[in-house]
Nanobody, 130 residues
């Protein structure tokens, strides 16, 4: 069964850091791009960062560029999102998603901008507050 499970969310003060993990099972991570998305109350889901299957290509939303870093360890079937210098605007439920980038969506930028993903996790809450 294909499954993505996010972890690492929590409550953090402004300026703090968190590292989210997306553990996948039931399929070979090598063949999929992975994206991190977030949704705050009353807002649309936003593509935060996406990484290609090989890890060679990444995309970041302008709002997180320079603060967040996406990485992947295919041997561990896990993708990470290191989030630094967090601010209250980063408060949201964070989701990871997998997409093979083999049909209409063929780049990590398209995956993030169009919020594409064949498989989705259940999300992990990130709250930035003092």
């Amino acid at each position: 069964q294909l499954q993505l499970v996010e972890s690492g969310g929590g409550l953090v003060q402004p300026g703090g850091s968190l590292r989210l993990s997306c553990a996948v099972s039931g399929f070979t991570l090598d063949n999929y791009a992975i994206g991190w998305f977030r949704q705050a109350p009353g807002k649309e889901r936003e593509g935060v960062s996406c990484i290609s299957a090989s890890g060679g290509r990444t995309y970041y939303a302008d709002s997180v560029q320079g603060r967040f870093t996406i990485s992947r360890d295919n041997a561990k079937n896990t993708v990470y999102l290191q989030m630094n210098n967090l601010n209250p605007d980063d408060t949201a439920v964070y989701y990871c998603a997998a997409d093979p980038l083999d049909l209409l969506i063929t780049t990590v930028q398209a995956m993030c901008v169009l919020r594409a993903g064949d498989y989705w996790g259940q999300g992990t809450q990130v709250t930035v507050s003092s």
